[in-house]
């Protein structure tokens, strides 16, 4: 840490009530040996002890210039969890966190002893019969303000075992990168940071709906998903199809990552009942002799990666277009997971009309949204009670999100790594794809035929029939 002067009188403002605590002593020490001064030795006492004294605290500053950082730290995290202590009763009573026994008694919500972890605080909260964790959770907000904290969270399910978590330092104020080409575990994404700076990893294999207003952050999510699996890519394992319905604008900088490519509707619609076919067809395969597909270079994991999926669903104005884009989606989200078809699409809108088979993704990411109602409409009726504020995420915060998974877990707040143009134009020469196939518009026959009057309709044909 940079000296400074503020830095220095953080130190000091530490520093003397600790000595004091454990030196207090000597003054009424010195004090007394002043009453013997006219003793020869008791002068050599007098000056040794302070020189010794003033020694101890020079030591003592110079030692901490070697760690200065947790030094700090520590007398900060001291100093805090003494005040959230010693604070809480009376909070915890104008909160209205308190029950009455058969007695009249009150019985307030205890806590125990905070424990660290960085510039978070974990504070274990035992809560009396009566109360329920969602009454914690309302008063989350207000416990924040109280403590002068970020943000606070409720970890836990049960009201013996829950926790406060209290949050001084956003983790996920700053956007940052990830280096490309990391390994791949097989089972799930590196896709950013969660609260706390823990690694975020997206599973792989549940169909994932993205949903977020425009500038919120979805193409981190796309290129999150894209650099995190170049390697699989690269060797063949997983298969890519990504439709772009912004004209190709989004992926066409990592197209060769992608083995098919679509961006207008017709080939978009080709694309999906590609795949449809495909995933029937490997599932005849499987039946009988696996339930649960493995990627292997010669039957690969296929990822249906949509960007823009409302263009396909609910915007497009040709009706069987739209229809049989819609078919397509409910098949693979319903049936491609187990046979190694994943579905992976992006919107903004995440109304059921927008989206018919909505409630086939089974795990979703609520990006910054416009109302508590689509937060619910993205994350599940209680997802809001539960702490998952879509609709408060910053503008200024792109890629901050909450998590949904299928395991029904209270949702989580996580980042997404932001991908720069270089970085994407870099995976695409190093890890493309190894077989890119162009998606084929089918072949309509043209068969049309005369169309039939009433009147030919009535005549009967009276000429026979030639013989063969």
């Not at 000091?12 to 007394?32: D, H, K, S, V």
């Not at 007098?46 to 947790?70: G, P």
């Not at 709906?209 to 894209?226: H, I, P, R």
């Not at 884009?325 to 992006?346: E, H, K, P, Y």
């Amino acid at each position: 840490m940079t000296w400074s002067w503020r830095v220095e009188r953080a130190y000091w403002a530490g520093e003397w009530p600790l000595l004091w605590r454990r030196g207090w002593w000597l003054l009424p020490f010195l004090l007394i040996l002043t009453f013997f001064s006219a003793a020869p030795f008791v002068g050599h006492v007098i000056n040794w002890t302070v020189v010794a004294a003033v020694a101890i605290i020079v030591l003592r500053r110079i030692r901490a210039a070697r760690h200065f950082d947790s030094l700090l730290q520590r007398r900060w995290q001291e100093q805090t969890a003494r005040w959230i202590v010693g604070s809480w009763p009376s909070l915890a009573v104008q909160l209205g966190l308190e029950v009455r026994d058969y007695s009249g008694r009150k019985i307030v919500t205890g806590a125990g002893n905070p424990s660290w972890d960085g510039s978070t605080c974990f504070l274990q909260v035992s809560m009396p019969p009566g109360l329920a964790r969602e009454d914690l959770v309302a008063a989350a907000a207000r416990i924040a303000q109280a403590f002068n904290a970020v943000r606070v969270t409720v970890e836990g399910e049960q009201i013996s075992s829950l926790a406060l978590r209290i949050e001084y330092v956003d983790a996920l104020a700053q956007p940052f990168g990830f280096p490309l080409g990391g390994t791949w575990d097989g089972a799930s994404v590196l896709m950013g940071i969660s609260d706390g700076g823990a690694e975020w990893r997206l599973p792989l294999g549940p169909h994932t709906l993205v949903a977020g207003s425009s500038g919120s952050g979805k193409a981190s999510l796309v290129w999150g998903l894209l650099l995190g699996l170049v390697q699989p890519i690269h060797s063949g394992l997983i298969e890519v199809w990504g439709i772009d319905r912004k004209g190709g604008m989004e992926l066409a900088m990592g197209r060769d990552l992608l083995t098919r490519f679509a961006s207008d509707a017709a080939h978009s619609v080709a694309l999906l009942e590609d795949a449809v076919d495909q995933m029937q067809d490997r599932a005849r395969k499987l039946a009988g002799i696996t339930r649960q597909h493995t990627p292997t270079v010669d039957s690969p994991t296929v990822i249906v990666l949509i960007d823009e999926l409302a263009a396909l669903t609910a915007y497009e104005t040709d009706r069987e277009m739209l229809r049989r884009a819609n078919a397509a989606i409910a098949t693979l989200a319903s049936q491609g997971r187990a046979v190694g078809f994943i579905v992976f699409a992006c919107l903004q809108d995440p109304r059921k009309e927008t989206l018919p088979a909505r409630g086939l993704f089974t795990q979703t990411v609520g990006l910054r949204l416009r109302d508590r109602t689509e937060t619910a409409m993205v994350l599940g009726d209680g997802a809001v009670a539960a702490g998952a504020l879509c609709h408060e995420i910053s503008a200024s915060t792109p890629g901050v999100a909450y998590v949904l998974a299928e395991n029904g877990t209270p949702p989580q707040r996580v980042r997404a790594a932001y991908a720069a143009d270089e970085q994407i134009r870099d995976a695409a020469l190093t890890y493309f794809a190894p077989n890119p196939r162009p998606v084929v518009l089918p072949v309509v026959e043209d068969e049309s035929k005369p169309r039939r009057t009433r009147a030919t309709r009535r005549t009967k044909t009276t000429e026979p029939q030639e013989e063969s």
